[in-house]
Each structure stands twice: as C-alpha cells, then as structure tokens.
C-alpha cells in the first residue's frame, strides 16, 4: 500500500492497491502539467547558451531541495551512455553484466515509449506503480514547498 505522501494542498487520499492505477494517473497528469508550452521552450532554447553556466548549479539547488546533498551524488558510481545510435542496447548489456557481477543496479533513460514510469529502473526491473506515485508525491511535495517564485521575463 502507498503512503499518504500527498499533502493537503494537492488534495485526494492515501492510494491503496484497488486506486494505484488512478493515483499512478495523477501523478502523471501533473508531471504533463509541468511541461513548458512550445513558445516557453523556443525562448529556452534561444536562452541556452546564456544559461548554459547556470545548469549544473540549478541541478544542485534542485537536489538540495528534495534533501540529496552534493556528497550524496559524489558517492554514486554511474555509467553515462549518449549518441544518437545505440544507448538502449548499450545501457541492457551494461545493467545485465552489472547485476550478474552482483552489483545493484539503478536506470533511467528518456523519453519513454509507451508510460513515463519505463524511464526508471531497479535492478532490471521497471519502477511498479506504486513506488512511481510515492516517489512522484514525495519530490513533488518538497519542490512545491521550497518553491521560488523566479522572473521568467528575461526569455
């Protein structure tokens, strides 16, 4: 069973095993809903080489507010695969040798094909649902909550 992890602001009740599929829903209503529209990301785009200074220190505050510190990462062992041919492939053999060495193994890729919770992986197994709405509500809950109003004027 989830966790009541959403907070009273965003309304509903703690999921059980009957409602995870329309708690898993929500979650991912909300995830769209934080999506950039086309005019917002041309502007980004354009903004980007400006910005490009500010990526990793924004990624930093970002973790610093849902409680993972610098040192936290700094521990991570991590395999980075990019390209344009390939990565998915490459990332299976990678996990499959790792897990067969006994390593516990983490994976994220994106974009998904067919549910945003294939993205992320546990030791070869995709996120269930339950753990994916827990887990959204969780960092969802404390971004909100350390949230900054900044001025997007300047795109």
Known sequence: MVEDVKNQDHGGVSPTNANVMVANKE??????????NEQILEKIQQARDKNAPMYVSNIIKWASRV????????TLKVIHVSGTKGKGSTCAYCESILRHQGFKTGFY???????????IGVNGQPLSRDKFVSYFWDVFNKLEATKVCINTSHF
Do not use: K, Y
């Open 27 to 36: 979650c991912v209503q909300t995830l769209n809903s934080l999506q950039s």
């Open 67 to 74: 409680g993972i510190a610098l040192d936290d990462i700094d």
């Open 109 to 119: 890729s994106s974009p998904h094909l067919v549910e945003v919770r294939e993205r």
